[in-house]
């Protein structure tokens, strides 16, 4: 091995260090969890989605047993933990496939009209290549596959 090749992946491996560091270190933010009864809006970057009126999941049947079905739904997703739960809340951390950035994933059960709001963001940056947006929309599938959301009007 030449020096200017060994040289070159000491580069590379210090750049993914350096990333896998900065995804590691970023803190939770300030915002999250129940604020009058929902969810924060988003900031307005592209990293961040939230269902809106209309688009929140709907509960095929809006008990405390299928809510606990889709809490068990959303940790068993691929690299999700659930790191704060309550009765119609939860709080999960998502990590990215490639360089483990932590998401956060929140669901707030609405019980009076038996629909889930749903939040998920990034931490770092202001984009995120659409991962969210997929995110929300797997959840959205599992939940329906699963038979615990009616499907959106």
Known sequence: MTIRTALGLLAAVGAW???WFVAQSAPVPDGLGVV????APCPGTPNCVRTEDGGHLVLRDNTEATWGRLVDLVSSMPRTRIVRETDRYIRAEART???RFIDDLELLW???????QVRSASRLGAGDL???ARRLEQLRSLAQEAG???PPD
Do not use: C, H, P, Y
């Open 17 to 19: 260090g350096g990333v």
């Open 36 to 39: 009058d009864g929902e969810l």
């Open 97 to 99: 496939a490639v360089f």
């Open 110 to 116: 609405l019980r009076d009209s038996g629909q889930v």
């Open 130 to 132: 659409g991962v969210n």
């Open 148 to 150: 615990l959301t009616l």
